[in-house]
């Protein structure tokens, strides 16, 4: 949504450089709706000009009444008056609710939600997918913040040069898995070939007939850790076998931790690290630690099982146990 409002003439013959915009849910603007509706133009894109866009897609409810106003300043810094309130409401589909996950019976999950009876209805949905906890709903590339980057304790902090390539504001692909028309999509399993899927978080976004968007909805989680693929079910004697599990984690989101030295070190603190062990594996295999990598040469025939325990050092774990035919 962009605003505009004609430009104003200074009486003193001062140029205008800047408009102050306020935009609120109450009639006598007591206060603005959220720090997003309260804003000097000159600090935002619109550089100053009689305009300002709204930054993201659903900060406003639909079917809701807002008022707004504007006022100018001059280049001497005084401030004009605040012009007359203006109210408008907004004509999109309410946020989906009810977004959740659900097992498929396969080992993997089918992301389900319902229309939000408020607003327009929708035609269609958009999915997201990512790891990051709280991640932004994006069609395209965008940029995310991560302070210190990913980081495990105070000290990896203190020592990690300020450059690395996860610090600072990195480069994030899109996570649109894609648009459907059900309430429904499967998005954590094999064989799937969408963007973005098998991913810790999904968001949901309605979209009405004339092509208006909802803001995201709340994010569903995968219950973690997640193995998400399966081995073989047969393999031969004596040859060369090998299987990597490939499991969902999550990245965190920007979170700061206090220290002696300050109370802001902001960075992806709680990245989720796994590590493995065995349980139950055929004579001749043997499972990696660390990447879960299970290989080797079956030494005898039979039924046996491929069982292991996956862990984060949060305490999260799971054990995974499925049958291995060796002929």
Known sequence: ITFRWSGVDDPDGDRIIDYHFELSEYPDMRWPLSPNFERLTSRTPS?????????????????????????????????????????????????????????????????????????????????????????????????????????????????????????????????????VEKSELRVVGEGLELANTNKAYYRVVAVDGAGNESGPSDYAEVPRPHVWNHPPARVRVGQPFRWTPRVIRSIGDLRCRRSEESSYNAAFWDREELSFAPENLPPGLEQDPRTGTISGRPTATGTFRIEFTVSDQFGKKRTISWPLEVK
């Not at 100053?48 to 008022?67: F, Q």
């Not at 408008?88 to 080992?107: C, I, M, N, S, Y």
């Open 47 to 179: 550089g100053g000009k009689a305009r300002w866009t709204v930054p993201y897609t659903g900060l406003l409810n639909p079917a809701t009444t807002y008022y707004w106003r504007v006022r100018a300043r001059d280049a001497t810094g005084v401030w004009g008056p605040w012009s007359r309130v203006f109210r408008f409401q907004t004509k999109a589909p309410g946020v989906p609710l009810d977004v959740r996950l659900e097992a498929d019976g396969h080992g993997g999950f089918v992301l389900r939600w319902r229309a939000n009876p408020e607003g327009e209805p929708p035609v269609k949905y958009k999915v997201y997918g990512s790891d990051e906890r709280g991640f932004t709903a994006s069609d395209r590339e965008y940029l995310v913040f991560r302070g210190k980057g990913f980081c495990c304790t105070m000290e990896e902090y203190r020592n990690k040069p300020d450059d690395a390539p996860d610090t600072g504001l990195v480069r994030t692909p899109a996570n649109l898995i894609g648009v």
